[in-house]
């Protein structure tokens, strides 16, 4: 009979902190009682407990056990304390000698046999272990890769209970494989194989190298799909603190596939057009998980078909969209996500979606106007490119023609947002996340004849305050492509066009 502590970690969104988890074993009618805001999952883990460290052969106190998940005031959630609480157990009531895991957290998932399952989120619980100067991690033999990403912290696995307890006794040695080399990733999809597309082509290398936001209108097959899906292939690779972060998010959502490294390239989610709120932006019972487009941090979230997404949802994305971040509050508490994302809409220009274009189209200028307006004035106002796409002619299918690459338009792509980076810095990396006082001053400001087509359209009405600063940013982004330093009229000209969707 005594007691024993041993450490844990809890996830608040990405956040985590390290649990203390307290066992005392005390004379009395046998039973074990968890304390400290557990939710449902861990519970649970009497039971799992018990089965996992007798099936370990190991002794289970006969007793009774109270556990203490500290600080009492902080929920925990899932079943990735079930390792902890068996070891504090068996340190308190079965004399385990504990000294070795001294400094140590512990995670991990039992089964009913003693094995040691993988649980989601490890890579931010290491990275929480790693700041609040823990030395060693202990983790499921499935999670150790994704452990490993964490630098100054030394990572080891087990695979089951028997395992640890083995190691405890001095009898067996945790587990130390060897790290293999991550899947390769599939090639980028090619820009190339757009065809007969110049201006859509152009509006994709604007958005890659200022982080703007895009809606493409056209009819089917104009190319909207294709040029969406090849964003990320022009996108600059993830910088070190940018990759963790979505790794991070993959990690908690449970998308990161097994023996996978860092995610480096930019993220891509393409919801169905049925998806829902919580699956847009992120919730659910008990602990709120990401959504898409927290999940395409640092990347693109691509809405195809989206007057078909139910309002509701796209007003969702109003506020991620303007503060790069999800706060989800229940009652329980709040979960922030990060969500610095790039919105790419596409939709069809009416209900029938005639491969020619307006042409064909069987619908009356009601019906058309009534289809675009499921995409609120409010929620357009925060997209920097709009454009319509024209159907593709049959020559650029069958005339060879010579189109640029995605290796040629990254690399123009990177020039520009290196450029920007060093004159924006520290304030931002790109012009899409410059502040509209940043913008204004005296060193950044655009003379008066360079931004008049923004103030007559602003003085007619056409264009409010924010679309003033995203067309601005808009402009900045075109010169720095061209290689000029300050943009000049003409780039705010097209600027304002490619965003009222009036380019021909």
Request: proline share 7%.
């Given at each position: 009979m005594?007691?024993?502590?041993?450490?844990s970690?809890?996830?608040?969104?990405v956040a985590?902190e390290?649990?203390?988890v307290?066992?005392?074993?005390a004379?009395?009618l046998p039973?074990?009682?968890?304390s400290?805001l557990?939710?449902a999952?861990?519970?649970?883990?009497?039971?799992?407990?018990?089965a996992?460290v007798?099936?370990s052969?190991?002794y289970?106190?006969?007793?009774?056990?109270?556990?203490?998940?500290?600080p009492?005031?902080?929920?925990?959630?899932?079943?990735g304390?079930d390792t902890a609480?068996a070891?504090?157990?068996?340190a308190a009531?079965?004399d385990?000698?504990?000294g070795?895991l001294?400094?140590?957290?512990?995670?991990g998932e039992?089964?009913?046999?003693g094995?040691v399952r993988?649980v989601?989120?490890?890579?931010?619980?290491?990275l929480?272990a790693?700041?609040?100067?823990?030395?060693?991690a202990?983790?499921?033999l499935?999670?150790?890769?994704?452990a490993r990403l964490?630098?100054?912290?030394?990572v080891?696995a087990t695979?089951?209970?028997?395992?640890i307890?083995?190691?405890?006794?001095?009898?067996?040695?945790?587990?130390?494989?060897?790290?293999?080399?991550?899947p390769?990733?599939?090639?980028?999809?090619?820009?190339?194989?757009?065809?007969?597309?110049?201006?859509?082509?152009r509006v994709?290398e604007?958005?890659?190298?200022g982080?703007?936001?895009?809606?493409?209108f056209?009819?089917?097959?104009?190319?909207?799909t294709?040029?969406?899906?090849?964003?990320?292939?022009v996108l600059?690779?993830?910088?070190?603190?940018?990759a963790l972060?979505?790794t991070a998010?993959?990690?908690?959502a449970?998308a990161l596939p097994?023996?996978?490294?860092l995610?480096?390239?930019a993220?891509?989610q393409?919801?169905?057009?049925?998806?829902s709120?919580?699956?847009?932006?992120?919730?659910?019972?008990?602990l709120?998980?990401?959504?898409?487009?927290?999940l395409a941090?640092?990347g693109?979230?691509?809405l195809d078909?989206?007057?078909?997404?139910?309002n509701?949802?796209l007003?969702?994305l109003?506020?991620?969209?303007?503060?790069?971040?999800v706060?989800?509050?229940r009652?329980n508490?709040?979960?922030?996500y990060?969500?610095r994302?790039?919105?790419?809409?596409?939709a069809?220009?009416c209900?029938?979606?005639?491969?020619g274009g307006?042409?064909l189209c069987?619908?009356?200028?009601?019906v058309r106007r009534r289809?675009?307006?499921r995409?609120s004035?409010?929620?357009?106002?925060?997209?920097?490119l709009?454009?319509?796409?024209?159907?593709?002619?049959?020559a650029?299918?069958?005339?060879?023609?010579q189109?640029?690459s995605?290796a040629v338009?990254?690399?123009?792509?990177?020039?520009?947002?290196e450029a920007?980076?060093?004159?924006w810095?520290?304030?931002?990396?790109?012009?899409?996340?410059v502040?509209?006082?940043?913008?204004?001053h005296?060193?950044f400001?655009l003379?008066r004849p360079?931004?008049?087509?923004?103030?007559?359209a602003?003085d007619?009405?056409r264009?409010?305050?924010?679309?003033f600063?995203?067309?601005?940013?808009?402009?900045w982004?075109?010169?720095d492509?061209?290689?000029?330093?300050r943009?000049?009229?003409a780039?705010?000209?097209?600027?304002?066009?490619l965003?009222?969707?009036?380019?021909?």
């Amino acid at each position: 009979m005594g007691y024993a502590r041993v450490y844990s970690v809890a996830l608040h969104g990405v956040a985590g902190e390290v649990i203390v988890v307290e066992a005392d074993v005390a004379p009395g009618l046998p039973s074990l009682v968890v304390s400290g805001l557990p939710d449902a999952a861990l519970s649970e883990a009497r039971d799992r407990v018990r089965a996992a460290v007798q099936n370990s052969g190991a002794y289970w106190p006969q007793a009774r056990i109270t556990v203490n998940l500290l600080p009492a005031h902080v929920r925990k959630h899932g079943s990735g304390f079930d390792t902890a609480v068996a070891i504090a157990v068996l340190a308190a009531g079965a004399d385990l000698p504990i000294g070795r895991l001294k400094g140590a957290v512990i995670l991990g998932e039992l089964g009913l046999d003693g094995t040691v399952r993988p649980v989601r989120g490890v890579l931010p619980a290491v990275l929480a272990a790693s700041r609040a100067g823990k030395e060693l991690a202990l983790v499921p033999l499935a999670n150790v890769t994704e452990a490993r990403l964490v630098p100054d912290i030394e990572v080891r696995a087990t695979d089951s209970l028997g395992r640890i307890i083995g190691y405890l006794h001095g009898s067996e040695n945790l587990l130390d494989p060897t790290p293999q080399a991550p899947p390769a990733e599939a090639a980028p999809l090619d820009l190339a194989d757009v065809l007969g597309q110049e201006r859509g082509r152009r509006v994709i290398e604007l958005a890659a190298a200022g982080r703007h936001h895009v809606a493409m209108f056209g009819p089917p097959g104009a190319g909207k799909t294709m040029l969406a899906f090849r964003l990320p292939g022009v996108l600059p690779p993830l910088a070190d603190q940018e990759a963790l972060e979505v790794t991070a998010l993959h990690s908690v959502a449970g998308a990161l596939p097994p023996g996978s490294g860092l995610i480096r390239r930019a993220p891509l989610q393409a919801p169905h057009h049925t998806a829902s709120i919580a699956a847009l932006v992120g919730g659910g019972s008990g602990l709120a998980k990401p959504g898409a487009i927290s999940l395409a941090h640092n990347g693109v979230l691509f809405l195809d078909e989206c007057a078909e997404f139910a309002n509701g949802a796209l007003q969702a994305l109003r506020q991620p969209l303007e503060e790069g971040e999800v706060r989800l509050r229940r009652i329980n508490g709040e979960t922030v996500y990060p969500a610095r994302t790039q919105l790419v809409l596409a939709a069809n220009p009416c209900p029938c979606a005639k491969p020619g274009g307006k042409k064909l189209c069987e619908c009356s200028s009601i019906v058309r106007r009534r289809y675009q307006a499921r995409l609120s004035g409010p929620l357009m106002d925060r997209v920097d490119l709009q454009v319509d796409l024209d159907p593709v002619r049959s020559a650029a299918l069958v005339v060879a023609e010579q189109v640029e690459s995605t290796a040629v338009v990254a690399d123009r792509v990177q020039k520009a947002r290196e450029a920007a980076g060093e004159r924006w810095k520290p304030a931002a990396a790109s012009n899409g996340e410059v502040s509209g006082s940043l913008l204004r001053h005296h060193r950044f400001r655009l003379p008066r004849p360079v931004v008049r087509p923004l103030t007559d359209a602003m003085d007619r009405g056409r264009l409010s305050a924010r679309g003033f600063d995203r067309a601005v940013r808009v402009a900045w982004t075109i010169a720095d492509l061209d290689g000029r330093v300050r943009p000049e009229a003409a780039d705010v000209r097209e600027a304002l066009e490619l965003r009222s969707r009036t380019v021909r």
